[in-house]
């Protein structure tokens, strides 16, 4: 059995696609332990934490952003056979990403109360108190983004386990430490904060450390950077488009009335949780396919490509089994209004039909990161954005279509997009081989 053989087989994708579930859903559930902790101190602390989190929820998105670009960066040297050079792209990652972490933190210190008063819709206890846990919980940024930039290009070399370490560690951490700082220790909100910089702090130098200890030059190197913005930039514009569209779902569900926006809500953040999951898969394609590329292996990559695609669609049929026979239940598990779970049943067969084709794209998308071939996956997002997803969910509520309208523009959003990625792997385009692309 050959390398490549090797590589594509579901027990070694699994290897990298568990570890790596675990740490993608570290994060939200810390989140959920933080708001179950600060829920207790009253409705203005709870706001607030919404608040404030949104802004470190989209810092934490940059550190996504960051470390998918190095993944399949860092993968392609490590399959040339140079895991030196392969390192190499996490320092210089991790420059950019303790670079941005350091603005964010600072930037935080002066307009942390003009952003939490933009953002809660004027002054007043909320904002004050969001701006009070900004401020505090922003100094932890630098260790979030080093964080990311670490999981990227320790992905990218197939070291799954001491990324799991180093986020599961610091989060539990913070898990025991934010509700002993609230209550026994007196600080609320306050120590909702310091809980949150603390792990993230202590989570990016164990990243940190991880690279000192590779024993490679930690000089920063401004070509390298260079190209790795170019590559965050295109990944960016690409998640700027999911937002925008995802956004513009929400504001035409609120025109159909509560009850059709809560039930899109439900919907919606059951999809997200799926997304979630399957990314899981996208990432483990990064690492593979990227080490195969380099390793100049293009057949390899291909049915590497192949067999991941099949995994993608194989688990969305598995969630949609489970979602079509819970349509009865969970929605009430989320709400006990009758409305809302008569609205959630309009979008649930569209729901359930996406996870099949939805399973194929994340893969997809996993596969063509991991190739460097980032430029396509952006053009492709957008013009599926503005040609599909964007014109039917407005024409929905143009012509009073409600819930339906907007799951199927949704529908239609991801089609588009699986079609135009079959195209591509069936080209063979994305396949270029060598240490870089």
């Known amino acids: 059995m050959n390398t490549s053989t090797l590589a594509a087989s579901p027990r070694r994708i699994a290897g990298l696609a568990l570890p790596a579930l675990v740490v993608l859903a570290a994060e939200p559930l810390y989140v959920l332990v933080d708001t179950a902790v600060v829920g207790h101190l009253g409705r203005v602390p709870l706001a607030a934490l919404a608040v404030g989190g949104t802004v470190l929820t989209l810092t934490a998105w940059l550190g996504t952003v960051v470390a998918y670009g190095t993944t399949g960066r860092s993968a392609r040297r490590f399959g040339a056979g140079d895991r030196a050079a392969a390192v190499a792209e996490g320092v210089q990652s991790s420059w950019l990403a303790f670079g941005v972490g350091l603005l964010v933190a600072i930037g935080m210190q002066f307009g942390g109360g003009a952003l939490a008063r ?100 930690l000089r920063p190197r401004p070509r390298l950077i260079r190209q790795q913005l170019v590559l965050s930039r295109d990944l960016l514009i690409r998640g700027v488009a999911f937002q925008a569209s995802f956004l513009s779902a929400t ?121 460097g071939d980032v430029r396509y996956l952006r053009n492709l997002t957008i013009v599926a954005a503005l040609g599909g997803f964007l014109p039917a969910i407005w024409l929905a509520y143009a012509l009073d279509l409600g819930l339906g309208g907007i799951w199927a523009g949704l529908t239609l959003f991801v089609v588009i997009r699986l079609v135009a990625l079959l195209l591509r792997l069936r080209s063979g385009a994305w396949a270029v081989v060598g240490a870089v692309r």
Do not use: K
């Open 251 to 371: 504001a035409v569900a609120a025109r159909f009335g509560a009850t059709a926006v809560g039930a899109h809500q439900i919907a919606l953040q059951l999809w997200f949780f799926t997304a979630l999951v399957l990314d899981a898969l996208a990432i483990a394609a990064q690492s593979l396919v990227g080490a195969a590329l380099g390793a100049g292996d293009e057949a390899g990559a291909r049915a590497l490509a192949r067999r991941i695609a099949l995994l993608g669609g194989a688990c969305g049929v598995g969630f949609a089994v489970v979602i079509a026979a819970g349509a009865g239940v969970v929605p009430s598990w989320f709400s006990s209004d009758q409305g809302v779970r008569e609205q959630a049943m309009v979008a649930w067969p569209w729901f359930v039909a996406m996870q099949p084709l939805a399973g194929v794209v994340f893969a997809l998308d996993g596969v063509l990161i991991g190739a």
């Open 118 to 217: 933009t953002l809660a819709g004027g002054g007043g206890d909320v904002a004050d108190a969001a701006a009070q846990w900004l401020r505090i919980a922003a100094l932890g940024a630098p260790g979030l983004l080093l964080a990311a930039a670490g999981n990227g290009w320790l992905r990218g070399v197939q070291d799954t386990r001491r990324p799991l370490a180093f986020v599961l560690g610091p989060n539990l951490l913070s898990a025991l430490l934010c509700p002993l700082l609230v209550y026994p220790g007196g600080l609320g909100l306050t120590g909702s904060a310091v809980a949150n910089a603390v792990a993230q702090t202590i989570s990016g130098g164990l990243f940190a450390a991880a690279l000192v200890a590779e024993r490679v030059s």
